[in-house]
């Protein structure tokens, strides 16, 4: 399956932006999926995974409560609402494939694909 992320962008503190995330060459509707980010100089970190039929989400703990996880499996998407958002929040933004549960683990995931930044100024 390759992956597809989009939507990021420069936010003032405080704002939101929505990331989307398009599957193509799979079965879409099978995969439990997670974003994750990656700071300059910092390794990836899990931000959220949803289940293969949105019935189970969950966050990374600097994460809950501003973020939300979502999918369409009609329109091979899943999205990743960002609201309240932090200068820390800035990062290079990933989808990904769970081999195995909806995790928070980095190393569940894979076909990553390329990622998009998000850029929160103070």
């Known amino acids: 399956v390759q992956l597809q992320a989009s939507g990021g962008g420069l936010v003032q503190a405080g704002g939101s932006l929505r990331l989307s995330c398009a599957a193509s060459?799979?079965?879409?509707?099978?995969?439990?999926m997670g974003w994750f980010r990656q700071a300059p100089g910092k390794e990836r970190e899990s931000v959220a995974t949803i289940s293969w039929s949105g019935g189970y989400k969950n966050y990374a703990d600097s994460v809950k409560g501003r973020f939300t996880i979502s999918r369409d499996n009609a329109k091979n998407t899943v999205y990743l609402q960002m609201n309240s958002l932090k200068p820390e929040d800035t990062a290079v933004y990933y989808c990904a494939v769970s081999f195995s549960d909806p995790s928070l683990r980095v190393a569940d995931y894979g076909s990553w694909g390329q990622g998009t930044q998000v850029t929160v100024s103070s």
């Open positions: 060459g799979g079965t879409f509707s099978r995969y439990h």
